[in-house]
């Protein structure tokens, strides 16, 4: 039997299969026992819902009832402005607004109201004709004392005299991390061109849960686009450039067939029972979303937070178009020095000039390319003034006599002085942009029994930085080190030099370090691999690019837990590559390998991995140190439970 207020259809992933009886019989006998069995299930069912829980009883663990909706489920013909449920007990509209899904979509949302047990859904605007709606209300509805969901609450209706029952269904998932997408918009469109997407309403819509599972019921037969998206400004379409998108490679055309199973049972001449499930097509469908690039250029925001530095900050990376000129004060000489950082999306300016550093509003111009409407590059002008206000320095007293010390800049180093890593180079940054630096005054030696070995190095520059410098060296596990740089090496574009460094240290130990041999077939193609950390980033530590099956090696690991990912790489270019709606181009397919490994010192983890990737994949990464404390505190529970019987 049938509960009011809910559609059937409306259950989890399971929905595809289920028994449809169809039953042909005598009345005489079975009648009785149908209408009586009715009747005790509503008796039963409604007055333990109506019954409330006495301070110290029972909590209440049931969910409101639905009693009476307006209109009926699957009603037909409904000319009315509003839906009405009303239920057994009182319940919180709070959640409601917030959570409920109307398919098809509406511009505005409909208005939530209460009156008494009664809940009220009131269209904002008149209801298509001869279309079917669906209400989808999720969890929201909730009873007024202990908070009980009415679990995947749906309800459907329609205005014209046919009942529309296809249904399009499947997941969304991040496209890079394999992650499930909560709160996605999943839309279906007539329209077959991409365009729809960006400047029109779709005919129907479903949203994501926590799994990224989506279900569109109630669609009308026809061909579809499918799309999904995080609707960052609520419009129903894509025209945000941070807004995250999906879509179905092909066109959908959703259809609906009963499959009779052969399982007859007669009893006498009384009862003929057939079962059966429908099957609704199309398949599940996976969507993987993902960003796309997009040429959006703009001054996204600038910030004056020292008096010598101005940094600008923008949408997109920047051509050799850009320039900046000082409006106020007129500058009289060089004033400026200028980096950015390696996307080249943010320009740091340098005031070289102390009479301009010192003027507490600065007026620039900015000029850089932009796209037009007719997509062609043209030149941008912002004028951006920004202030500094100094912050109230202590005054410091001198005794008589003391010279200031004069200014200078430090070097800062990553080495680490009791334990670095033997795989890991040295850098060296300063602080502020340099005008000159000797690196014939860096030096390293090397210490045994106290002597000092000079050895030869060769300083390399970063080509993305003017304040950062790197040595290689292949260094020797568990040996002594003294890095050393001359003060007055380097100096800064205000022409202050650097303080001495002596920095004393010693490498790692070899058998602190773990090592990851990967042997991988089943490729068809280029791929890259990378490894990650074992958190929420997955900050990418080390990769390699394959070009077939082989065997890969991850040396130097820190001793932690690792993941491991493998991206389908076919342009060969080393990195993942997003999608791009316009040219029907999904993003590059990931899969990861199926467990976390947990690398310990001085030990080799050999794993084979067979490239096996499916639309279905999941991303269940098996943590065996997890799983092996999981099942330690169930044996353990269940011995405490045996104790406490004895």
């Known amino acids: 039997m049938e509960k009011p207020g809910f559609d059937n259809n409306s259950h989890p992933p399971r929905i595809y299969s289920g028994k449809i009886r169809i039953r042909d019989f005598r009345l005489g006998g079975i009648l009785p026992?149908?209408?009586l069995g009715s009747l005790f299930y509503l008796i039963f069912y409604t007055s333990c819902a109506n019954i409330g829980s006495p301070s110290g009883g029972v909590k209440d663990s049931i969910p409101p009832v639905v009693l009476k909706t307006l209109p009926i489920l699957r009603g037909t013909n409904y000319k009315g402005s509003d839906v009405r449920f009303t239920f057994d007990e009182y319940i919180l509209p709070d959640g409601i607004s917030e959570k409920l899904v109307v398919s098809p979509p509406m511009k505005k949302k409909p208005i939530i109201k209460m009156k008494g047990k009664t809940l009220i859904i009131e269209f904002p605007q008149d209801l298509r004709k001869e279309s079917t709606y669906s209400l989808d209300f999720k969890d929201a509805v909730v009873d007024n004392n202990e908070k009980n969901p009415i679990k995947n609450f749906r309800f459907s209706f329609s205005t014209g005299a046919t009942f529309d029952s296809l249904r399009v269904s499947g997941y969304v998932k991040n496209a890079l991390n394999?992650?499930?997408?909560?709160?996605?918009?999943?839309?279906?469109?007539r329209s077959k061109e991409y365009t729809a997407f960006i400047d029109s309403i779709p005919e129907y819509i479903g949203t994501t849960n926590k799994e990224g599972f989506f279900m569109i019921d109630n669609v009308a037969p026809g061909e579809y686009r499918l799309y999904a998206l995080t609707d960052a400004d609520n419009s129903l379409t894509y025209n945000v450039k941070s807004e995250l998108i999906a879509f179905a490679d092909s066109i959908l055309v959703p259809s609906a067939k009963f499959v009779a199973k052969n399982d007859t049972v007669v009893r006498g001449k009384d009862t003929l029972v057939v079962t059966g499930h429908v099957d609704y097509l199309p398949n599940t469908q996976y969507l993987m979303m993902f960003e796309e690039e997009r040429f959006d250029q703009y001054l996204n925001a600038s910030v004056r937070k020292q008096a010598n530095r101005c940094d600008f900050f923008f949408a997109e990376s920047l051509s050799d178009s850009f320039h900046i000129r000082l409006l106020k004060p007129k500058p009289i000489r060089d004033w400026s020095f200028i980096e950015s950082n390696l996307k080249k999306d943010?320009?740091?300016?340098?005031?070289?000039?102390?009479?301009?550093?010192?003027?507490?509003?600065?007026?620039?111009?900015?000029?850089?390319?932009?796209?037009d409407s007719l997509k062609q590059l043209k030149v941008k002008r912002d004028t951006v003034e920004l202030v500094y206000t100094a912050p109230k320095m202590p005054k410091i007293k001198r005794k008589k006599g003391e010279v200031p010390e004069l200014p200078s800049i430090n070097l800062v180093t990553n080495i680490n002085q009791s334990a670095h890593d033997i795989y890991q180079r040295i850098k060296i940054e300063a602080m502020e942009p340099t005008s000159s630096f000797d690196l014939e005054k860096i030096r390293l030696y090397s210490v045994i029994d106290s002597l000092k070995t000079n050895i030869p190095i060769v300083v390399e520059k970063d080509s993305n930085s003017v304040r950062k410098f790197f040595i290689e060296h292949h260094w020797q596990p568990n040996s002594n080190y003294i890095f050393h740089i001359d003060s007055a090496a380097a100096r800064n574009i205000y022409g202050h030099p650097n303080k001495k460094i002596d920095l004393k240290f010693r490498t790692q130990k070899e058998?602190?370090?773990?090592?990851?041999?990967?042997?991988?077939?089943g490729l068809?193609?280029?791929?890259?691999?990378?490894?990650?950390?074992?958190?929420k980033d997955e900050k990418v530590l080390q990769k390699i690019q394959i070009l077939s099956d082989g065997k890969i090696e991850f040396p130097y690991l820190k001793p932690d837990k690792y993941k491991i990912r493998l991206i389908f790489d076919q342009n060969k270019?080393?990195?993942?590559?997003?999608?791009?709606l316009a040219?029907?181009?999904?993003?590059?397919?990931?899969?990861?390998?199926?467990?976390?490994?947990?690398?310990?010192?001085?030990?080799?983890?050999?794993?084979?991995?067979?490239?096996?990737?499916?639309?279905?994949?999941?991303?269940?990464l098996i943590d065996e140190e997890l799983e092996k404390e999981k099942a330690r505190k169930k044996a353990q529970e269940k011995r405490d439970a045996a104790n406490k019987g004895l």
């Open 33 to 35: 026992l149908v209408l």
């Open 178 to 189: 394999q992650e499930p997408v909560d709160k996605a918009l999943v839309m279906l469109h």
């Open 346 to 371: 943010s320009i740091f300016v340098w005031l070289t000039d102390t009479i301009i550093s010192k003027s507490d509003s600065l007026k620039f111009e900015l000029k850089y390319e932009v796209l």
């Open 511 to 521: 058998d602190y370090y773990g090592k990851i041999y990967l042997t991988i077939t």
């Open 524 to 535: 068809s193609g280029p791929a890259l691999v990378q490894l990650l950390g074992n958190d």
């Open 573 to 580: 270019n080393g990195k993942w590559d997003t999608g791009f």
């Open 583 to 620: 040219g029907n181009l999904q993003p590059e397919k990931v899969v990861y390998y199926p467990k976390i490994i947990k690398v310990r010192s001085n030990f080799e983890y050999k794993e084979n991995w067979k490239i096996d990737y499916e639309a279905n994949y999941k991303k269940d």
